[in-house]
């Protein structure tokens, strides 16, 4: 099993980045995928989640209206768009299959 982020990078505030996280070794389609974001100095925190379909797509609060989750079933892969982005975004953004499988993750920093 493999879960390997992509995207990451340094931007200024209001900036866009794309995230991409590319699975192998399991049954993609039969899992719900899930972003997760570690801060320093906090908690792993759940960022979005889109069902094995792709039909049902949940956000936080913090990131609603800003990030937008997506699947591709074909290729095993999802993504995370993520738009204005603020300094408070910082954090090392990881893809998990359902909370059972997890990926390194990827460093996202917002700074002037």
Same mark, same amino acid.
């Given at each position: %099993?493999?879960?390997?982020? $992509? !995207? #990451?990078? *340094?931007?200024?505030?209001?900036?866009?980045?794309?995230?991409?996280?590319?699975? /192998?070794?399991?049954?993609?389609?039969?899992?719900?995928?899930?972003?997760?974001?570690?801060?320093?100095?906090?908690?792993?925190?759940? %960022?979005?989640?889109?069902? $094995? !379909? #792709?039909? *049902?797509?949940?956000?936080?609060?913090?990131?609603?209206?800003?990030?937008?989750? /997506?699947?591709?079933?074909?290729?095993?892969?999802?993504?995370?768009?993520?738009?204005?982005?603020?300094p408070?975004?910082?954090a090392?953004?990881f893809?998990?299959?359902? !909370?059972?499988?997890?990926?390194l993750?990827?460093?996202?920093?917002?700074?002037?």
């Open positions: %099993v493999q879960l390997v982020e $992509s !995207g #990451g990078d *340094s931007v200024q505030p209001g900036g866009s980045l794309r995230l991409s996280c590319a699975a /192998s070794g399991f049954t993609f389609s039969n899992y719900e995928m899930r972003w997760y974001r570690q801060a320093p100095g906090r908690e792993r925190e759940l %960022v979005a989640r889109i069902s $094995s !379909g #792709g039909g *049902s797509i949940n956000f936080e609060e913090f990131v609603k209206g800003r990030f937008c989750i /997506s699947r591709d079933n074909a290729k095993d892969t999802v993504d995370l768009q993520m738009n204005s982005l603020k408070e975004d910082t090392v953004y893809c998990s299959a359902g !909370g059972y499988y997890w990926g993750g990827t460093q996202v920093t917002v700074s002037s």
